[in-house]
């Protein structure tokens, strides 16, 4: 919340802080989210996967994901939201985070795939994201008809997204 508001330094102290005077009471899952956030994501990785097994929660899986998404391991970091939804059932958050994955690793079938997916299980919490990255998606797959107009209805709903609006200029001219 610090760095969203220009402190993000005093943020990082605040972490920095609480990891150095943890008397035991906190998670695995809280203080690797810390590590996430202070850049250290080998730390976030390693308390990460020892949270997901404890206590197996999306907020865990979702940050060991992330966390390995920022080392560049992709392929872990889907699996780590496959297995998630595997055994807990579907997430919208971690299916755009799957499909995020794919899009990167060049799987861009399989990244619709995801992006539909969590369109699907979506409650409105995560529907602008996933709706940019079907869009997105489609560009991808080089069906710009289908991408325009996944993005034209985007735009829509969100007018004043300036990256989208970029967006449909470019698939105007496809």
């Known amino acids: 919340m610090l760095s969203a508001i220009g402190y993000r ?101 399989a990244a619709l795939e995801a992006f539909k997916a969590g369109i699907e299980a979506d409650d409105g919490t995560f529907s602008k994201s996933l709706e940019y990255n079907l869009a997105v998606a489609y560009e991808y797959t080089a069906d710009f008809e289908t991408a325009y107009e996944l993005m034209k209805d985007y735009l829509a709903k969100y007018p004043d997204d300036a990256d989208a609006a970029r967006e449909l200029q470019f698939l105007e001219t496809r």
């Open 9 to 109: 330094d005093a943020g990082l102290e605040y972490l920095r802080t609480a990891l150095s005077q943890d008397t035991g009471k906190m998670t695995d899952s809280e203080k690797g989210r810390m590590y996430y956030y202070l850049g250290d994501y080998t730390q976030a990785a390693n308390t990460l996967e020892s949270a997901r097994n404890a206590d197996s929660s999306v907020t865990s899986s979702l940050f060991l994901g992330r966390a390995y998404e920022a080392m560049g391991e992709y392929n872990y970091a889907a699996n780590v939201y496959e297995s998630y939804i595997g055994t807990k059932g579907a997430n919208s958050e971690l299916y755009d985070q799957l499909g995020l994955c794919r899009l990167k690793m060049g799987m861009y079938e």
